[in-house]
């Protein structure tokens, strides 16, 4: 079974790995196979989902919605991520893909997550990524009525700099629970600028979205290295894939993110959860480090 980790020390509590839904609507999965896939990661101890509106082309929150009306029990073993902020033009009204951080856009999407979700709150609700428009106070509004209404339980953010979080926070009277930033061997950027050095200083646990790079770490020729390295670094570990790897080498951040596992198959869920016995050393760490971005440390 999964651990499960505050990440906040007020909480909320979620499950060490979180089952990440952006590709639900590729799985082709009926709304009773759903249903089973959900009962088989929930029975793993991955009781964290994560969903956006926007995903799937603003259908993926509506699918799971119909799996969890077929077994509304399963509600109770799940804590439930969604995010709001970005227009996309799968909707006719949107002529250009844009941020929108109004504080009314955000309680209407909320809201219309629960109606997809086929539930009464959200236990987390990120603001997707940086709108270079966005007024703090506006959005603080928007998450303390939500919060006042009982809606939305806890809220965050996704892909802020350490001066965006910095800001909102300053408006509320509430600690953000967490950043979802993408963190893989393939996209290091984040390990360097600050942005996790900031959720360590406050104790906040970052999600971490894309840890296998959006399948480039398996695909892309430059990566070759990579690969290698990490094959050799999984027979050390005794690791069963070089997945296990990479999730490991994530979690071996002081930080501690909590992995998003993008997959609808729940064999690939079971394996990635083997990372966790993982003791990935200082060296090992580094070497893929390495063998990912091509040179050394200075």
């Not at 894939?241 to 079971?270: D, N």
């Amino acid at each position: 079974m999964v651990q499960r980790i505050a990440l906040t020390p007020q909480g909320p509590e979620f499950s060490r790995f979180v089952m990440g839904y952006w590709r639900l609507m590729d799985w082709n999965m009926s709304p009773r196979q759903l249903v089973s896939f959900i009962e088989s990661h929930l029975d793993l101890g991955v009781t964290t989902v994560d969903h956006a509106d926007i995903y799937g082309g603003y259908q993926c929150e509506a699918a799971f919605g119909e799996a969890l009306k077929l077994a509304p029990q399963l509600r109770e073993r799940m804590e439930i991520v969604s995010k709001c902020g970005i227009a996309t033009t799968a909707k006719p009204e949107h002529a250009i893909g844009h941020y929108i951080t109004e504080r009314d856009h955000i309680i209407r999407s909320a809201e219309q997550s629960l109606v997809n979700l086929a539930i009464d709150h959200l236990d987390l609700l990120l603001i997707h990524r940086p709108d270079p428009l966005m007024n703090a106070d506006e959005v603080a509004e928007a998450f303390l009525q939500l919060h006042q209404s009982g809606k939305v339980r806890h809220f965050g953010v996704s892909n802020f700099t350490p001066a965006q979080f910095s800001l909102l926070q300053s408006r509320l009277p509430f600690t953000l629970s967490t950043n979802q930033v993408e963190i893989s061997p393939v996209h290091q950027p984040l390990l360097l600028d600050g942005t996790l050095d900031q959720l360590q200083q406050l104790r906040i646990r970052p999600m971490a979205w894309s840890c296998l790079g959006g399948g480039r770490l398996f695909n892309d020729p430059a990566f070759q290295p990579l690969r290698d390295e990490l094959a050799l670094v999984a027979q050390e570990l005794n690791a069963e894939t070089i997945e296990q790897v990479v999730y490991a080498w994530v979690m071996r951040l002081p930080s501690s993110p909590l992995p998003i596992i993008g997959s609808g198959k729940i064999e690939r869920v079971r394996s990635a959860l083997g990372a966790l016995a993982l003791q990935m050393t200082r060296q090992q760490w580094f070497r893929i480090r390495k063998a990912a971005l091509g040179y050394d440390v200075p």
